[in-house]
Each structure stands twice: as structure tokens, then as C-alpha cells.
């Protein structure tokens, strides 16, 4: 008790004594900074702004840490009246727990009213796929008026990510690596900040690392005791103007990160130990024998690796239960996953990797981040749990990722290049970043043969190939629908455009079936698809519009190209080409009266190829966009935007031919 009051009182000592509030005038330091920031609030915009938002961090010498985050919020409109009337706080009961210190509201008139705790909830947190027992603290602040002012001090105890025993008593909560700490600091909202501390208090021999990325912050270090104490400030937090299709705000926006891990080979021997000394890779002859079985017959390693990785992508289902102390990074053991059948990414990426040692490959796990980059700085970082596996042939590791890749025809999903990974290997190993894709990989073919009648009526074979990411976006685009169903998706592409279109046949690979890449024909009549009159044609090619209204399957079409320039950098879902060729027999035609002059471009983002040639009665027209990256660059930004508007006006235009 004397160790947290401690605390309490030098973090409340920290926090405001850099606003030279004076105790002894009985003034309440909630009162006296809104009082102080009363004119900047009130010259704001938004709908509630954070006056104060400070945190203490107390790190023990196990590890594990007791925070103590203070927030002070005023409201400006209705609508932050809505939005603040409760505050919610999650929380894992194996790896910490959360108590509500301290919760007011400070009325317009500087009136102060305690919220009892009859208003404070702790209850299971709504959960989704993932049930692992997590809680939600709520503390419920009733009906708030414009003007009013809430105030909220919490306490945490424990650590970030992996899953331990609870109990009541500090100690078991000591992290997975036991004596290390790390946090990820954010110094950017969606709301203005007037002043945000962050407060880190060390034993004088433990050391860290830290470094501030997308900004600067006030800083400075002070001993006391046997304690080493980090202090980070940062006034004027305004929101972040964000960009459409920008990477992670994460990625751009200022925060600070900590950590008392010194290498990244620290952190990968780490991983590699506390997996195999736990037993997560052993494996039984329920296991061997399964191995066994799906790899008989199988060609050659890459077959091998094919079997085994998609055996786990499809027959272990991602659901997340709670099977106690495997949790975190400690991978649940391969016998049980089996068992069970279920799991998330560290238990599909440990039951493969178990099955590939049962089958006499080298295998271990890796760390990556799905969704955002990981800085170079040995923080834990990482959301996501994927497989590398030694080759046989090369004696170099690849990835492997039975999450992203059921009924995906790749061994790992392209959807994740560009993203940063750290395996966990008996050598260690460094940070590294999986390589682009080439586009190619990830063709999306678009091609028409047919024939337009005197009458207008255009009648022909409409063919789509697809293959690697842009193969599995149209598979499951597919398999969204009742087996019965499928069909509707391709009337859909068509009746968007064409109500009056009609069908004669369909013809398409099976989505389950991932042994060959996805192509598709339909037989289509669209009566009145085009004018006709004595002396033109007006011709909107049918490649170009069939599937380009799709945002899942043409998500490039979707992505603002009208600015000039882009501060930040942007991503996609994966780099991609796509290939349009059609060809018309007209009943009659010279030459095209409005040619569209459109130049061949290319560069580091993207490229675009045209051509179009008029024939005897025949129009021919094809084009090449080629998507070069996942994650773009600003400097990238010229090339994408001249190569896809370039497409967008191709799919836009109508051609005359006389």
C-alpha cells in the first residue's frame, strides 16, 4: 500500500507541477486547468477537447508494471456529451487487471460531483471469434451537458500481450520475458490534446532504449532514490488530418517507444527458447500418421509444403479459446490444436509447424504485424504469428501462413509484403521485411470476343482469369454465396450495368478447388447496348466496364488519384496487373472519329500500356495496368496516379467509329 501511494503522489507531483498550481489555495487542480486552458477550448471546433492526459508508469524489477493514467476531458458540444458519457476500458484478468481510481464530473460552474461506485461495471467484453476471457471496466458518467467536465484516474497492473495465471499479487504478472518492459506511446487523437505527459520510473539498473518517430517531444531523465526516472511531454496536440488510403496512422503520426530489450537476436532467441522448452512442436502418431497420409503421393518439397500448409489453412478453423497457460507467445502444443482443430494464428502457425518437424522439416515461428510497420527497435511490435521452414534444397527459410492463405493459391499471402517479421530460430536472427510481389503473380484478365448486330445488340464470350491475390478475391467474393447461388455474382457484373443483358451460359472453376487459377467465361447477349445509325457507332468496349464498379475485386478504381501531391505514404491490398483485350465485329467501320490519346507511363508506382487499332469492321483495344507495390511511397505517388487515371478515363470513354 505505501509502494502505490508512493506512486500516486510522485505521479500527481510530475504531472501538474509544471503548471505552478498552488495547493495551499485549496483550488482543485482539475478546477484550476480549465480554468487555465478555458480560452483555448473554447476557441475549439470539436466536439470535446482532452485538457490532460497523463501517464506513470511504475516498472518492477520482474517486468511487470503498475500504470496510473489521469485524463481530463471537456465537452464542447452534444455530441461529445454522447460520446463521453461512459468510458470503457479493456483488460485480459490473466495478464492484468484495472481499477477506477478516482472518477468526477466538474459541472460549468466548477460544481463537482463524485461518481459512486455503483456507476463503476466490470463485465465480460463482447467478444467475436476470440474468447479468451478478456473484461471491460465501464464507468458510467449518466447524462453530461454541454460545458461539463469529467475526470477519470485508473490504475493498471500487469503487461501487454501474452497470457499468464491470474492473481492478485503483482508478482504473477511478471511478462513472458521475465525482467524485460516495453510500451508504445501514441502522442496524436482524433481530438485536440492540450498536454499529454508520459511518465517512466526504472530501477537506476535497468536500462532502455527509447526513440520518438513522426515528431519531437519534450523530454528529460532525473534520479531519485534507487529510481531512474523518463519524463516525455507534448502540448498542442491537434487531431491528425488524415489522407485517404494512407498507411497506419501509427506508421506517420508522432509516438514513443520503449524498450529494455537491447537487439532484436535477443528477442528472437527469446521466442525460439520459450517455444521449445514449453513442447509446442511435439508431436504424437495421431500426428505423424496424418502427415503421413496427406503427403502420400506428394511430387517434391514444394508439393510437400503445399499439402501441409494448406491442410492446416483449411482444417484448422480460426477461433480463439481460452486453453490457459499457452497463451501469448507461448505457442499452444501442436497435440492440442490437433485435438481441438481450432485456434488462431499462433496455434494454426504452431500446428503447422509441428506437422512439417513430423514430416523431417526444420521449422520454427515468426512474429510479424498485419496492418502497420514495425519500427527497428526491439519493442514487441507484433500481432500476428506466422511459419518459416528451412528448404531442403537452398538451406534458406521461407515463409509460410496457414491464416491468410485457405483457399488461396499461394504458400504465403502477397497481401502481406512489405511487412516486417522476426523469426524464431535456434541462430537468432534480425528484423527483416518480406519482399514485393511482382504483379504478375496477381494478374486479373479481362478479355472479349464478340459480335455487334445491326440492331445494336452486342453478343459474344466474356472471359476472366485471375491468379494469387486477385485469384482469392474472386473466390471468395464466390463463396460468400449459397452453392446455389454462385451464379448471381456474374449476373450481378453484368445487370449493374446492363438490366436488360440476358445470360445464355456460365461456365467457372470451382472456388474450393485451388489446384488451378480461377478463369470464368459467360455467353451474353445485351440487346440496345449501343446507338447505331447510318453513319456511327458509339462503342463503350464491354472489358472496360465489367467488373470496375467492384470495389472488392478493382479496389485500385476506389483510391483518390485527384490530389496533387500526398504527404503520407499509402497502401493497397497487394500489387497487381490487369489486362483487358477486346475484340468487335461491327457491321461496318472505317476508322474511329475521337481517338483517345492516351501515353504509355511508367515509373516506381505503377504503369500503364494502351493500344487500339480500327480494322475492317473489327475493333480491337487492349491495355496493361501494372500495380508495382502493397505499400507505396509518397514519391510513388506521380506514376500510380498518371497509370490509373489514365485506366479510369479508358473505362470512362465512348469511342465513335464512322
Known sequence: MKKYVFGLVLFLILSFTTYNLNASNNIDPAVSLLKKYSKKYEKSSSDYVVVFDSTFVDVHSTGASVRTEYKLYKILTTDGATALHNIKYNYDPLTGKVKVLKARIIHKDFSIDTIS???IYDYPQPAYMIYWGAREVMVNFGLLQVGDAIEIVIQRKGFSYALLAEDNDLAKFVPPMKGHFYDIV???????????????????NKEIQYQVYNGNLNSFKRFKDNKIIYNFSLENIKPFKREPNMVALSDVATKLIV????????????????NEDYGSFEYNNEIKKKVDEILKGAKDEEDSLWRLNHWVAHYVRYSGISMGKGEGYTLHKGTLTFKQRVGVCKDKAGMLITMLRAAGFESYPAMTMAGSRIENIPADQFNHCVTVVKSRRTGKYRLLDPTWVPYVREQWSSAEQQQQYLMGIPEGADLKTTPISPPEKHYFNIFNDAQLLNDGTLKGILTIQAEGQSDSRLRRTMNRKLLTGRKEFFYELFFNKYPQAKINDIKFQEPYDIDKNMQITIQYEIPNYTIISNKAIILKPLSTQITFDNRYLQYFMFVNTKMDKRKYPFRLGCSKQVNIKDKIKLPYGKKITNPLKLEKTDGSGANFDYNITMKKNSFELSSTLN????????????????????FKKLTNYQFVVE
Open 259 to 274: 524498450t529494455t530489450t537491447k537487439s532484436w537476436k535477443d528477442k528472437s532467441l527469446w521466442f525460439y527458447k520459450v
Open 117 to 119: 461506485s455503483k456507476e
Open 627 to 646: 500495380l508495382k507495390k502493397r505499400i507505396y511511397d509518397t514519391n510513388d505517388y506521380d506514376s500510380f496516379k498518371k497509370a490509373v487515371n489514365n
Open 186 to 204: 501514441d502522442f496524436y487523437n482524433n481530438h485536440p490534446i492540450f498536454k499529454k505527459v508520459y511518465t517512466l520510473m526504472l530501477d537506476n
